[in-house]
Protein backbone atom coordinates (compact mmCIF):
# COMPACT_ATOMS: atom_id res chain seq x y z
CA UNK A 1 0.00 0.00 0.00
CA UNK A 2 3.02 2.54 0.48
CA UNK A 3 4.13 1.73 -2.93
CA UNK A 4 0.87 2.67 -4.62
CA UNK A 5 0.50 5.80 -2.10
CA UNK A 6 3.54 7.34 -3.11
CA UNK A 7 2.59 6.84 -6.56
CA UNK A 8 -0.74 8.51 -6.32
CA UNK A 9 0.96 11.08 -4.71
CA UNK A 10 3.13 11.81 -7.31
CA UNK A 11 0.31 11.56 -10.10
CA UNK A 12 -1.34 14.65 -8.48
CA UNK A 13 1.81 16.22 -8.01
CA UNK A 14 2.94 16.29 -11.13
CA UNK A 15 -0.56 16.74 -12.96
CA UNK A 16 -0.64 20.81 -11.06
CA UNK A 17 -4.95 19.85 -10.31
CA UNK A 18 -4.27 19.95 -6.75
CA UNK A 19 -3.50 24.08 -7.53
CA UNK A 20 -6.81 25.02 -8.25
CA UNK A 21 -8.40 23.14 -4.54
CA UNK A 22 -5.47 24.26 -2.58
CA UNK A 23 -5.43 28.30 -3.75
CA UNK A 24 -9.23 28.36 -3.04
CA UNK A 25 -8.89 26.30 0.83
CA UNK A 26 -5.69 29.30 1.30
CA UNK A 27 -7.93 31.53 0.44
CA UNK A 28 -10.87 30.70 2.27
CA UNK A 29 -8.45 30.31 5.33
CA UNK A 30 -7.27 34.21 4.47
CA UNK A 31 -10.32 35.71 4.09
CA UNK A 32 -11.92 34.19 7.21
CA UNK A 33 -8.69 33.50 10.04
CA UNK A 34 -7.45 37.30 10.96
CA UNK A 35 -5.54 38.01 13.67
CA UNK A 36 -7.21 38.49 17.24
CA UNK A 37 -10.18 36.41 16.58
CA UNK A 38 -10.76 34.14 19.14
CA UNK A 39 -9.26 30.71 18.28
CA UNK A 40 -11.90 28.05 18.93
CA UNK A 41 -14.36 29.70 16.56
CA UNK A 42 -11.48 30.35 13.67
CA UNK A 43 -10.66 26.67 14.32
CA UNK A 44 -14.52 25.53 13.34
CA UNK A 45 -14.18 27.92 10.18
CA UNK A 46 -11.01 26.11 9.02
CA UNK A 47 -12.17 22.89 9.83
CA UNK A 48 -15.60 23.82 7.74
CA UNK A 49 -13.76 24.27 4.75
CA UNK A 50 -11.94 21.26 4.34
CA UNK A 51 -15.64 19.70 3.92
CA UNK A 52 -15.39 21.15 -0.09
CA UNK A 53 -12.16 20.56 -0.27
CA UNK A 54 -11.67 16.92 0.51
CA UNK A 55 -14.38 15.85 -1.75
CA UNK A 56 -12.77 17.91 -4.78
CA UNK A 57 -9.61 16.30 -3.93
CA UNK A 58 -10.71 13.00 -3.79
CA UNK A 59 -12.63 13.63 -6.78
CA UNK A 60 -9.70 14.77 -8.81
CA UNK A 61 -6.94 11.92 -7.58
CA UNK A 62 -10.02 9.31 -8.77
CA UNK A 63 -9.93 10.71 -11.91
CA UNK A 64 -6.60 11.86 -12.33
CA UNK A 65 -4.89 8.07 -13.46
CA UNK A 66 -4.58 7.32 -17.44
CA UNK A 67 -6.88 4.48 -17.87
CA UNK A 68 -3.71 2.34 -19.20
CA UNK A 69 -2.48 2.86 -15.74
CA UNK A 70 -5.29 2.53 -13.89
CA UNK A 71 -5.87 -0.74 -15.24
CA UNK A 72 -2.43 -1.88 -14.82
CA UNK A 73 -2.17 -1.04 -11.26
CA UNK A 74 -5.64 -2.57 -10.84
CA UNK A 75 -4.07 -5.79 -12.50
CA UNK A 76 -0.83 -5.77 -10.09
CA UNK A 77 -2.17 -5.06 -6.90
CA UNK A 78 -6.03 -5.31 -7.09
CA UNK A 79 -8.76 -2.86 -7.77
CA UNK A 80 -9.98 -2.31 -4.12
CA UNK A 81 -6.07 -1.77 -2.93
CA UNK A 82 -5.85 0.22 -6.06
CA UNK A 83 -8.55 2.50 -5.42
CA UNK A 84 -8.07 2.50 -1.31
CA UNK A 85 -4.88 3.85 -2.08
CA UNK A 86 -6.49 6.80 -4.70
CA UNK A 87 -8.86 8.03 -1.75
CA UNK A 88 -6.64 7.95 1.01
CA UNK A 89 -4.11 9.71 -1.07
CA UNK A 90 -6.84 12.62 -1.03
CA UNK A 91 -7.67 12.36 2.45
CA UNK A 92 -4.02 12.79 3.42
CA UNK A 93 -3.94 15.85 1.09
CA UNK A 94 -6.62 17.12 2.88
CA UNK A 95 -5.35 16.44 6.56
CA UNK A 96 -2.46 18.07 5.20
CA UNK A 97 -3.77 21.05 4.47
CA UNK A 98 -5.99 21.24 7.50
CA UNK A 99 -3.19 21.32 9.44
CA UNK A 100 -1.75 23.93 8.10
CA UNK A 101 -5.20 26.24 8.26
CA UNK A 102 -5.56 25.00 11.89
CA UNK A 103 -1.86 26.26 12.52
CA UNK A 104 -2.30 29.17 11.26
CA UNK A 105 -5.35 29.71 13.46
CA UNK A 106 -3.37 29.04 16.82
CA UNK A 107 -0.21 30.67 15.78
CA UNK A 108 -2.73 34.12 14.94
CA UNK A 109 -5.98 34.20 16.88
CA UNK A 110 -6.77 34.51 20.64
CA UNK A 111 -6.53 32.18 23.09
CA UNK A 112 -9.56 33.71 24.91
CA UNK A 113 -9.25 31.89 27.71
CA UNK A 114 -8.85 28.72 26.31
CA UNK A 115 -5.42 25.82 26.52
CA UNK A 116 -3.31 26.01 23.86
CA UNK A 117 -2.86 22.80 24.01
CA UNK A 118 -6.45 21.66 24.44
CA UNK A 119 -7.18 24.21 21.88
CA UNK A 120 -4.64 22.29 19.06
CA UNK A 121 -6.45 18.97 20.04
CA UNK A 122 -9.34 20.32 19.79
CA UNK A 123 -9.09 21.48 16.21
CA UNK A 124 -7.02 18.66 15.12
CA UNK A 125 -10.32 16.59 16.12
CA UNK A 126 -12.45 19.12 14.30
CA UNK A 127 -10.39 18.78 11.40
CA UNK A 128 -9.71 15.22 11.15
CA UNK A 129 -13.62 14.75 11.46
CA UNK A 130 -14.14 17.86 8.59
CA UNK A 131 -11.53 15.71 6.27
CA UNK A 132 -13.30 12.51 6.91
CA UNK A 133 -16.82 13.67 6.06
CA UNK A 134 -15.51 15.80 2.74
CA UNK A 135 -13.43 12.78 1.64
CA UNK A 136 -16.59 10.79 1.96
CA UNK A 137 -18.67 12.79 -0.23
CA UNK A 138 -15.96 12.66 -2.85
CA UNK A 139 -15.42 8.86 -2.70
CA UNK A 140 -19.31 8.58 -3.65
CA UNK A 141 -19.33 11.56 -6.32
CA UNK A 142 -16.15 10.18 -8.11
CA UNK A 143 -15.78 7.52 -10.54
CA UNK A 144 -16.15 4.43 -10.64
CA UNK A 145 -19.28 5.33 -8.37
CA UNK A 146 -20.80 8.41 -10.52
CA UNK A 147 -19.35 8.06 -14.36
CA UNK A 148 -20.56 11.58 -15.42
CA UNK A 149 -18.74 14.51 -14.52
CA UNK A 150 -21.39 17.01 -13.95
CA UNK A 151 -23.09 14.28 -12.15
CA UNK A 152 -20.00 14.16 -10.22
CA UNK A 153 -19.33 17.54 -9.83
CA UNK A 154 -22.90 18.77 -8.31
CA UNK A 155 -23.32 15.76 -6.02
CA UNK A 156 -20.30 16.66 -4.59
CA UNK A 157 -21.34 20.28 -3.86
CA UNK A 158 -24.46 19.01 -2.70
CA UNK A 159 -23.01 16.55 -0.77
CA UNK A 160 -20.83 18.94 0.64
CA UNK A 161 -23.08 21.53 1.74
CA UNK A 162 -25.62 19.03 3.36
CA UNK A 163 -22.33 17.80 5.22
CA UNK A 164 -22.07 21.26 6.81
CA UNK A 165 -25.56 22.15 7.76
CA UNK A 166 -27.33 19.00 8.54
CA UNK A 167 -27.40 18.86 12.16
CA UNK A 168 -26.77 14.64 11.94
CA UNK A 169 -23.57 15.07 10.13
CA UNK A 170 -20.39 14.84 11.88
CA UNK A 171 -18.98 17.71 10.05
CA UNK A 172 -21.85 19.82 11.24
CA UNK A 173 -21.43 18.44 14.76
CA UNK A 174 -18.01 19.44 15.18
CA UNK A 175 -18.01 22.81 14.00
CA UNK A 176 -20.73 23.71 16.15
CA UNK A 177 -18.78 22.47 19.00
CA UNK A 178 -16.02 24.54 18.44
CA UNK A 179 -18.25 27.58 17.77
CA UNK A 180 -20.12 27.43 20.60
CA UNK A 181 -16.99 26.60 22.87
CA UNK A 182 -15.78 30.13 21.32
CA UNK A 183 -18.84 31.43 23.14
CA UNK A 184 -18.97 29.69 26.09
CA UNK A 185 -14.88 29.13 26.89
CA UNK A 186 -15.06 25.21 26.79
CA UNK A 187 -13.22 23.34 25.02
CA UNK A 188 -14.70 20.46 23.16
CA UNK A 189 -13.61 17.26 22.45
CA UNK A 190 -15.52 15.96 19.14
CA UNK A 191 -14.98 12.26 19.97
CA UNK A 192 -18.73 11.25 18.91
CA UNK A 193 -18.44 12.96 15.75
CA UNK A 194 -15.12 11.22 15.10
CA UNK A 195 -16.44 8.06 15.34
CA UNK A 196 -19.15 8.68 13.07
CA UNK A 197 -17.15 10.62 10.37
CA UNK A 198 -14.15 7.48 10.66
CA UNK A 199 -17.56 4.87 9.94
CA UNK A 200 -19.24 7.06 7.37
CA UNK A 201 -15.57 7.42 5.45
CA UNK A 202 -15.07 3.54 5.80
CA UNK A 203 -18.79 3.03 4.33
CA UNK A 204 -17.60 5.26 1.49
CA UNK A 205 -14.54 4.02 0.96
CA UNK A 206 -15.58 0.44 0.74
CA UNK A 207 -18.67 1.09 -1.33
CA UNK A 208 -16.29 3.10 -4.13
CA UNK A 209 -13.79 0.30 -3.79
CA UNK A 210 -16.51 -2.30 -4.16
CA UNK A 211 -17.82 -0.31 -7.28
CA UNK A 212 -14.08 -0.72 -8.79
CA UNK A 213 -13.64 -4.45 -8.47
CA UNK A 214 -17.18 -4.35 -9.94
CA UNK A 215 -15.67 -2.49 -12.82
CA UNK A 216 -12.54 -4.10 -12.93
Keep these: MTALLRYQAALLLRSQRWLAPCVAYAAFVAVGIRPGDP???????????????????????AGN?????????????????????????GLLGALTAGALGAGTALLVCDPAGAAPAAAAVAGGLGTAVCALTGAAVGALSAGPVLRRRGHGVLSAALGSLLAL???PSPAHGAVSALASAARSGSTPLPLTSLAVALALAAAAGAAACL?????G
Aim: glycine share 8%; net charge neutral; with cysteine.
Design 165 to 167: VLE
Design 211 to 215: AAERR
Design 65 to 89: EPGAARDCAAAAAGPVRAHAAVLLT
Design 39 to 61: VLDSLGYAAAGLVPFAAWLVRIC
